[in-house]
């Protein structure tokens, strides 16, 4: 019966899937070139409409960019699905992460502020886990980000704000960007500024929450800004430029 199913696919979808399947199982990296459609017909035995078909459907789901009189590129291995805003399209790293703390110092400092004043007695337990956890991954020099992400989108579960909730997953990347940037250096300011914010939050401080994140916001932006004129630097010449991916 599955095989039936697989058989009653239409040809474009299939052709779509195996070539997703080619570009994550190669794998085809980011800013790689595809082979050209002649070739991809070959590979999924499907004639050159149909393999354009496939293209243009990834495409629009972010993951492939038509150059024209060029080719085909790998653009993203994640899809729309997986990466609603599209940040993980940005070329700009540095830019990107900047432009991302921007908008949390919007959001998250009144995030903190609602979850000091709505969370409840199990929120504060779990928010404390959360941040002892990050202090001793920190500490060991583990990786803390998972946890990290788990640590702001508890504030945001225990505002009571089920949009906030919504909203904070997806400027998580922000995390992870800034991670990759900053190559987790800034280990003791994370442990500090969390654990300010940790205990405002417990102590049912609204104003004082609200100071700590955006202490804890602005200490990550500076570090960002930091590095992004260094790296401005080395682009114009002043020498080789460290890896922003």
Same mark, same amino acid.
């Given at each position: 019966m599955?095989?039936?199913?697989?058989?009653r @696919?239409?040809?474009?979808?299939?052709v779509?899937?195996e070539?997703?399947a080619?570009?994550?199982?190669?794998? $085809?990296?980011?800013?790689? @070139?595809?082979?050209?459609?002649?070739?991809? =017909?070959?590979?999924?035995?499907a004639?050159?409409? %149909?393999?354009?078909?496939? &293209?243009k459907?990834?495409?629009? #789901?972010?993951?492939l960019?038509?150059?024209?009189?060029?080719? %085909?590129?790998? @653009?993203s291995h994640?899809?729309?699905?997986?990466?609603?805003? =599209?940040?993980?399209?940005?070329?700009?790293?540095?830019?990107?992460a900047?432009?991302?703390?921007?908008?949390r110092?919007?959001?998250?400092?009144?995030?903190?502020?609602s979850?000091?004043?709505?969370?409840?007695?199990?929120?504060?337990?779990?928010?404390?886990?959360?941040?002892?956890?990050?202090?001793?991954?920190c500490? /060991?020099?583990?990786?803390?980000?998972?946890?990290?992400?788990?640590?702001? /989108?508890?504030?945001?579960r225990?505002?009571?704000? #089920? $949009?906030m909730?919504?909203l904070?997953p997806?400027?998580n990347?922000? $995390?992870? /960007?800034?991670?990759?940037l /900053?190559?987790?250096s800034?280990r003791?300011? %994370?442990?500090e500024?969390?654990?300010a &914010?940790t205990?405002?939050?417990?102590?049912?401080?609204?104003? =004082?929450?609200?100071?700590?994140?955006?202490?804890?916001?602005?200490?990550?932006?500076q570090?960002?800004?930091?590095?992004? @004129?260094?790296?401005?630097?080395?682009a114009?010449?002043?020498?080789?430029?460290?890896?922003?991916?």
């Amino acid at each position: 019966m599955e095989q039936e199913k697989t058989e009653r @696919k239409p040809l474009g979808a299939r052709v779509e899937e195996e070539l997703m399947a080619y570009i994550l199982g190669m794998p $085809v990296a980011v800013g790689e @070139k595809l082979p050209n459609e002649f070739e991809l =017909g070959q590979m999924f035995q499907a004639g050159r409409s %149909t393999v354009r078909e496939a &293209v243009k459907s990834l495409v629009t #789901r972010g993951i492939l960019e038509v150059r024209r009189g060029d080719g %085909t590129y790998v @653009k993203s291995h994640r899809s729309l699905a997986d990466d609603p805003l =599209g940040l993980s399209r940005l070329d700009d790293k540095y830019k990107l992460a900047l432009e991302l703390l921007e908008v949390r110092l919007v959001l998250e400092p009144e995030i903190a502020a609602s979850a000091a004043a709505h969370a409840t007695a199990q929120d504060k337990a779990e928010l404390k886990a959360l941040c002892d956890e990050v202090e001793q991954l920190c500490r /060991t020099g583990r990786d803390h980000i998972p946890q990290d992400i788990a640590f702001h /989108t508890c504030i945001a579960r225990c505002s009571q704000n #089920r $949009v906030m909730e919504m909203l904070v997953p997806m400027i998580n990347t922000a $995390v992870a /960007t800034f991670a990759s940037l /900053t190559h987790r250096s800034l280990r003791q300011e %994370t442990i500090e500024t969390h654990r300010a &914010v940790t205990d405002a939050i417990l102590d049912g401080d609204a104003v =004082g929450a609200r100071c700590a994140m955006v202490t804890h916001l602005a200490c990550n932006r500076q570090a960002i800004l930091a590095l992004w @004129k260094e790296h401005q630097s080395h682009a114009s010449g002043g020498g080789p430029a460290a890896d922003g991916t």
